[in-house]
Nanobody, 115 residues
Framework: QVQLEESGGGLVQAGGSLRLSCAAS????????MDWDRQAPVKQRELVAS???????NYADCVKGRFTISRDNTKNTVYLQMNSLKPEDTAVYYC?????????WGKGSLVTVSS
């Protein structure tokens, strides 16, 4: 069983920055992928950024050049640095961890970007 604890959400003006963190604990299995998803009101959950254990990253087109995902494997922690935030980035952001057996999600962290 993996527990994911997210932090760092909040309210920010358009053009501002926020950094989300997600710490994983309790896993006896190697965590291969650590990703960030988000879900805006009345929209489906979507992948924002993903990272492999080896350091490869991938981003949704809408956040490329503005968001950066990074991880510390020694701490089982993943970060999402969000710059140049836009009102359309407003959503609940979920951390996701994938082991060889299954996926786990955090409870979510609300990010609100005001115009």
């Amino acid at each position: 069983q993996v527990q994911l604890e997210e932090s760092g959400g909040g309210l920010v003006q358009a053009g501002g920055s926020l950094r989300l963190s997600c710490a994983a604990s309790g896993s006896n299995f190697r965590i291969n992928f650590m990703d960030w998803d988000r879900q805006a009101p009345v929209k489906q959950r979507e992948l924002v950024a993903s990272s492999t254990r080896g350091g490869s990253t991938n981003y949704a087109d809408c956040v490329k050049g503005r968001f950066t995902i990074s991880r510390d494997n020694t701490k089982n922690t993943v970060y999402l640095q969000m710059n140049s935030l836009k009102p359309e980035d407003t959503a609940v952001y979920y951390c996701r961890a994938t082991t060889t057996l299954r996926q786990y999600w955090g409870k979510g962290s609300l990010v609100t970007v005001s115009s």
